[in-house]
């Protein structure tokens, strides 16, 4: 409903019960699908991709850089860290204060924005940190804001696997519930969609950034439970 991504909120959901390699391993062939749907959906996907090649570039770069953090030692710090700037940034939002950046700084600060993205993306699976409030700031808003991220979120989770396939992590044993996913995955996107289409774009603001509240706290709750238990 939000277009958060598949990875955000199922990476978040699956730590309970396993490591996150092992999560996104799982996750990534649905999470790549359905973003590519989410892609199509939408007439602008020729002006999001004039606007952000930089970051997708950047996105992909930092991924490289970072490659097999995502299994290395201090991978659940990441998603600690994660977490707390995912609930300042709605905390930030919800108080109506916006950042903004200019068109003439667009492609460069994209391109930063997408590096630093992508090294956190190879560490956590997630790609919303700070590649999101960078969408917002440069004004997009509802529906071409979730169009966006479909094709960031594709490209970004595409790098991602080249990542897992080169750390030996993308494995038959993961095809089944990989299967199994990508079909509830579709069907939660066909109800969020429906329920997008009705909501008012003040509603979808607010709900939006309580989402990401509480996914924050959430990653950031269950990884301390982990460490301290």
């Given at each position: 409903m939000v277009g958060l991504g598949l990875p955000t909120v199922s990476m978040g959901l699956l730590a309970?019960?396993?490591?996150?390699?092992?999560?996104?391993?799982?996750?990534?062939?649905?999470?790549?699908?359905?973003?590519?749907w989410q892609t199509f959906v939408g007439p602008y996907l020729r002006?999001?991709?004039r606007r952000l090649w930089p970051l997708m570039i950047g996105t992909v770069i930092g991924c490289w850089l970072n490659a097999g953090a995502l299994t290395g030692p201090h991978a659940r710090y990441g998603t600690i860290v994660l977490g707390a700037?995912?609930?300042?940034?709605?905390?930030?939002?919800l108080n109506k204060f916006q950042f903004r950046v200019a068109p003439q700084n667009?492609?460069?600060?994209?391109?930063?924005?997408?590096?630093?993205?992508?090294?956190?993306s190879a560490s956590?699976?997630?790609?919303?940190?700070?590649?999101?409030?960078?969408?917002?700031?440069i004004g997009m808003e509802k529906d071409e804001l979730v169009q966006a991220?479909?094709?960031f979120f594709t490209t970004a989770t595409l790098a991602l696997a080249f990542n897992l396939t080169a750390g030996g992590l993308l494995t038959p044993?993961?095809?089944?519930?990989?299967?199994?996913?990508?079909?509830?995955?579709?069907?939660?996107?066909?109800?969020?969609?429906?329920v997008r289409a009705r909501m008012p774009a003040e509603a979808f603001r607010r709900w939006f950034l309580i989402a990401m509240i509480l996914l924050g706290l959430y990653l950031a709750g269950s990884a301390l439970l982990k460490e301290f238990a």
């Open positions: 309970v019960s396993m490591a996150p390699s092992r999560a996104i391993a799982i996750v990534i062939v649905p999470a790549i699908i359905t973003n590519i002006d999001i991709l700037l995912l609930v300042i940034y709605a905390v930030i939002g667009e492609k460069w600060v994209g391109g930063v924005v997408g590096v630093v993205t992508g090294v956190i956590t699976g997630v790609q919303v940190i700070p590649s999101m409030p960078f969408m917002q700031a991220l479909g094709v044993a993961n095809a089944v519930p990989g299967a199994v996913g990508l079909a509830m995955a579709f069907a939660g996107m066909l109800i969020g969609q429906s």
